[in-house]
């Protein structure tokens, strides 16, 4: 009966955060009350309460169901055993932009966060938590660089901090403005050569343009040769 209790409760939590990322995604942030929230789930206003003690704390919740496993694989990568760092942190990278692209959840979520959410008032507390985030992963990416250099996959000469400060700002702009228009990059199908374009720029690799070919000489210079 308890396990049952527990489960029936998990489920209700689970339908409230799915109403959630659709009314915020749909309303934005400032217009839905948790009374919207809970006549989208199905639920009593005293369950939305049960579960979480206000929106920024659904709308924290609402966020984690996303980026917790994107926390986890940048943690992964950071790891010191980790034979092959760079490529970990680029799985890392390309997850993240194509997820955004095909998972419907990840899509809403990141929408509502970059694009439907004003984080003041009720929701000022919210953005503790996405700074949070984004500096965790920015520590991590950081580490992550350190570890490529210590085994020569990237020269001494790249400043670890700014190389993670510059991948972070990628991907937020990448996704960002992907969200806002989705003619901007064909993302998921582009993802990994962009990644591997700014990977290759701390390689100290550049992209070689081909030879330009040679000119003809024009009408009137050869008329003035003549």
Known sequence: MARRTKDEARETRNRILD??????????????????????????????????????DLFAAMVNRVTLPLEAMVARSSD??????????????????????????????FDVVTHKCEYLGEMAGVNNRISAIQKGCVDRTEQAIRNAIKRGQLPASVNPRLAAIGLDAMLFGLISNWLANPAYLPLERQAEAMIDMYLDGLRGRSTKRPPRAARTPSIRRRARAA
């Open 19 to 56: 109403a959630a990322e659709r009314v915020f995604s749909a309303r934005g942030v400032s217009r839905t009350s948790l009374e919207d929230v809970a006549h989208a789930a199905g639920v009593t206003r005293g369950a939305v309460y049960w579960h979480f003690k206000d929106k920024g």
């Open 80 to 109: 010191e055993s980790v034979e092959d760092p760079l490529a970990s942190l680029k799985a890392c990278a390309v997850s993240a932009l194509k997820r955004t692209a095909t998972d419907p959840q990840c899509h809403r979520v």
